[in-house]
């Protein structure tokens, strides 16, 4: 089940504390998305990133690029 009730604020601050998330992509702004891989890659949280087909690979390899390997793209 994605995280959809949550503001992006808690869900950058479940990420920095090392929390994983399941988010929809089609729920978010790919800079909310960019926001939130950035602060899940200083701990390595997983993000899994569901409904990706919606994202170009241009956004994928941005968002890819500031999770540093945090980030699945299902």
């Known amino acids: 089940m ?15 504390a090392g929390g994983g998330l399941r988010l929809d992509a089609l729920a978010f702004s790919v800079d909310n998305l960019l926001r939130i891989a950035n602060a899940a890659s200083s701990k390595q949280a997983r993000i899994v990133i569901e409904n990706s087909s919606a994202l170009s690979a241009d956004n994928m390899i941005r968002i890819g690029n500031a999770g540093k390997g945090a980030v699945l793209f299902e």
Do not use: G, P
């Open 2 to 16: 994605t995280i959809k009730h949550l503001q992006v604020n808690n869900l950058i601050r479940v990420a920095n």
